[in-house]
């Protein structure tokens, strides 16, 4: 067993989630790289939308005190207008380079549609402006409806890179990260 401790942020409020489906298979390929894991289901927290002036504001300290204590952190976002999901910017916003400065972040988008790779890019971006070192693999599950049976993924491939980034969010935890980015001098965060 590693220290490592890897937590996984479920940017889908839906009951029936295949996003929280597939951050759950991630996390289990964490464990067996021998990670401590944790999801971090957004509809289990209070999280007002974010107003600058309540930084606070219901459980938002509890929850940056979660994602501060991770090694690695995935972040799991359905695919809504070709982006992520508003509660995962929400949530995101409540964080900052505190949070996220020079921690291992692992993505993972799952699509109705054919194409979910721009909500992918786009939470990289948000990842290099607060510092942190994005993993190159990447996990998208096209077609969710027909990607899963259950629990379970239905083809070995996307269930391969899957697993692949809960294994590489461990494998990656200690990684010395780049100097810092352009973006995040230019960041001025959530203190303005």
Known sequence: MTDTHVVAICGSLREESYTRRALRIALAAAGEAGASTELLDLREWDLPVFDADEKDAGEAEQFRQQVQAADS????????????????????????????????????????????????????????????????????????SNAFRGDELTDETTEDRVQTLGREAVHYANIEPDPASLESSENPGADD
């Open 73 to 144: 952190i995935v972040l799991g976002t359905p695919v809504y207008h070709g982006s992520y999901a508003t509660p995962l910017k929400n949530a995101l916003d409540y964080c900052g380079f505190d949070e996220f400065e020079k921690k291992t972040v692992g993505l993972l988008c799952v699509a109705g549609g054919s194409f979910p790779i721009t909500a992918l890019d786009h939470l990289r971006s948000v990842c290099r402006s607060l510092d942190a070192w994005v993993i190159p693999h990447q996990a998208a599950i096209p077609r969710a």
